[in-house]
């Protein structure tokens, strides 16, 4: 049986999006749809401050790796204190949000959409903005510290 060849993506060449061109959060897809997977992975990066809008995924459950900052995680009726080191995961169709409660830190995560249902396309359609050397480096650092 002959499968589909490995897929080698470099980090320090991989763009980052806004959803939105105002948005205070940056997605930059580490792998997705375009890869041969309908799981879909992200390095996620919330400005000082910053928060996602209300949103919701009906078939896909989310699951957040925080690898560096803190931050509030709300979720339909519910609000959670986020760390580096935690792991949340947000059930499907809940209505949910990231806040990153520093003014002056990044938070930082690994995002994984367990179903992408599209979720890829809507990022890599939005604006490109750089993903700086310390994006980079804080999701190495947090890989190596983990293993």
């Known amino acids: 049986m002959t499968?589909?060849?490995?897929?080698?993506?470099?980090?320090?060449?991989?763009?980052?999006?806004?959803?939105?061109?105002?948005?205070?959060?940056?997605?930059?897809?580490?792998a997705g749809p375009e890869h041969g997977t309908n799981t879909s992975v992200f390095l996620e990066v919330w400005e000082p401050g910053g928060a996602q809008p209300v949103n919701s995924h009906e078939e896909s459950a989310e699951i957040f790796l925080v690898l560096a900052g803190e931050a509030e995680a709300h979720s339909d009726d519910e609000v959670v204190p986020l760390r580096a080191g935690d792991v949340l995961i947000l059930q499907e169709g809940s209505e949910h949000r990231?806040?990153?409660?520093?003014a002056t830190e990044n938070l930082y995560t690994v995002t994984i959409m367990a179903n992408d249902g599209g979720f890829a396309k809507l990022v890599t359609d939005g604006?490109?903005?750089p993903l700086t050397g310390e994006d980079a480096g804080v999701l190495c650092a947090g890989l190596r510290a983990s293993a």
Do not use: C, E
């Open 98 to 102: 990231i806040i990153n409660t520093s």
């Open 127 to 129: 604006t490109q903005v």
């Open 3 to 30: 499968g589909a060849a490995p897929v080698i993506r470099k980090l320090t060449d991989l763009p980052a999006f806004h959803i939105d061109p105002q948005d205070t959060v940056k997605l930059a897809l580490l």
